[in-house]
């Protein structure tokens, strides 16, 4: 039996897992005035802040850092450090254990910041591996038992590995162990093209790290559209990245140590290719729901064949007074998407008008060099949708900011349904490659879901000189009356 509103002793909400879908329920919960306990069976934050997003972008920002150091000289600065007398010039160099010290006080610190917060607001933390049992109560492994009146579950993921390489944390790594490296290989393997091992990949090239990127597909960044993606492909080419799509990976063979080092390596077989031989393997193939353990027996939360939380449009579960948000259910698992769904749930245990989230309009954003930031749809899924389209890309290659950064490889794309008169209509899509257009997404958010057209669009004053020009610029094209682009 559920608990009722009278119901003593109860909370109002009860989180189970506190990552960004569980951490935003609680706080959103708690702004309303609702009484939140949530489980964690970690630190909140989750996956996200400790062994994802966060971390992740930090090494990549040491990457960026040791990029802009090592081409100094291209802009009149000497960084490299003085050499004894008679000795060359030393080159800068990466000491990935300071850069793991620093990594790691970025995130203590944004965790104490959110746990602070959570008390601030009065929600109670619970240390513990939470399951759901019969009538909303959830008990943790200590024995705890917790009642809500209603539940919100937001248990997370965890990497997917691939039969074959099993996980030991030093020959074998997934996201996870990467980021808890206190040095780096000097070759490795990225299985997996998607947005995380593109990341890893451009990370580790760009620190000297000597990368093979392998991909089943036939391209890297499934989803994203193809202009982009043959500029990231490009790119890593070009820095050295060894991409080989059509992988078809049969296993590995260990071997001894490498060289000289004391490091184990192994030979990655690829079916009809040479081996490729390697210090470390990262598997990068996606992350699975956590669902071991969550769910007791005679709960009546449904789940589908791959794990994942089956939920109606409002996050509601099978199971009255029961939701799910996050990576426990079949949506995109990006931390902003759980924030969304987060409120989305909240508003409904609220009795609130709830909009559900648009997944096919929502951002993303991949942070590799060069970086990834797109909302709405590809040119080939529109046109696979049977719209008629116009569509106009930009080349960052005359845009005066690049330029002064030196940073030319990227174009900014949309993609707007044709009217019936031909001038581009309803804006469906808009997909940007380049440097910093993680932060430039905003206007092109606000474009593909107000439905927007060219005509209104090309009407905001943009900045000169600045990266969102070429925004403006490819929007005023479409209108038909571009200044720099045709």
């Not at 939470?130 to 109560?137: A, E, M, R, Y």
């Not at 038992?145 to 993921?157: D, F, K, M, T, Y």
């Not at 206190?182 to 990225?190: F, I, R, T, Y």
């Not at 909240?346 to 909302?375: M, N, Q, T």
């Amino acid at each position: 039996m559920v608990p009722t509103a009278g119901d003593t002793g109860v909370y109002d909400i009860v989180v189970v897992g506190g990552g960004p879908g569980g951490y935003a329920a609680a706080l959103y919960g708690a702004a309303a005035g609702l009484s939140v306990a949530v489980v964690e069976r970690d630190k909140v934050g989750g996956t996200c802040l400790h062994r994802g997003c966060v971390p992740a972008k930090a090494f990549l920002e040491t990457a960026s850092v040791y990029r802009t150091v090592s081409t100094a000289a291209e802009f009149g600065i000497n960084a490299s450090s003085g050499p004894p007398a008679g000795e060359p010039p030393r080159s800068p160099r990466v000491d990935f254990a300071v850069s793991q010290s620093r990594k790691q006080k970025v995130v203590d610190q944004l965790h104490r910041g959110l746990a602070g917060l959570m008390r601030s607001r009065g929600i109670t933390t619970i240390a513990g591996t939470g399951t759901l049992l019969p009538g909303n109560i959830v008990r943790v492994d200590d024995g705890t038992e917790v009642a809500g009146r209603n539940v919100i579950l937001a248990a997370g993921s965890v990497p997917r590995t691939i039969p074959g390489f099993e996980v030991d944390g030093e020959l074998i790594l997934t996201s996870d162990e990467v980021l808890d490296l206190d040095h780096l290989p000097e070759s490795a393997a990225v299985i997996g093209g998607g947005a995380i091992g593109c990341e890893f990949a451009s990370m580790l090239s760009d620190l000297g790290v000597r990368v093979t990127l392998l991909e089943a597909l036939d391209s890297l960044l499934a989803g994203c559209d193809e202009d982009v993606v043959a500029v990231v492909s490009r790119s890593f080419r070009k820095r050295g990245i060894e991409v080989i799509t059509g992988a078809r990976i049969s296993g590995h063979a260990p071997m001894g140590p490498l060289g000289q080092t004391a490091r184990r390596g192994t030979r990655v077989i690829l079916e009809g290719s040479a081996e490729i031989e390697v210090e470390a393997v990262i598997v990068a193939v996606g992350r699975r729901p956590r669902i071991e353990g969550l769910l007791a027996e005679g709960v009546g939360v449904a789940v589908d064949e791959r794990g994942f939380v089956q939920i109606d449009r409002f996050m509601r579960t099978s199971s009255p007074g029961v939701w799910a948000v996050g990576d426990l259910v079949a949506t995109p698992q990006l931390a902003h998407v759980g924030f969304a769904e987060a409120m989305v749930a909240v508003k409904g245990i609220l009795g609130e008008r709830a909009v559900p989230v648009d997944y096919a309009k929502v951002p993303w954003c991949i942070y590799s060099h060069p970086e990834v930031a797109f909302a709405g749809m590809s040119e080939a899924a529109a046109r696979g949708a049977g719209l008629d389209v116009v569509v106009k890309a930009d080349p960052l290659g005359g845009n005066s900011r690049a330029r002064i950064l030196g940073e030319t490889d990227g174009l900014v794309k949309v993609i707007a349904e044709r009217a019936a008169e031909g001038r581009a209509g309803r804006i469906l899509g808009v997909h940007m490659v380049g440097p910093w257009v993680t932060e430039q997404l905003g206007q092109a958010y606000l474009s593909v879901n107000w439905e927007a057209v060219p005509d209104e669009v090309a009407a905001f004053v943009q900045p000169h000189p600045s990266l969102s020009e070429a925004f403006g610029e490819t929007m005023l094209a479409l209108t038909g009356r571009g200044l720099h682009v045709g």
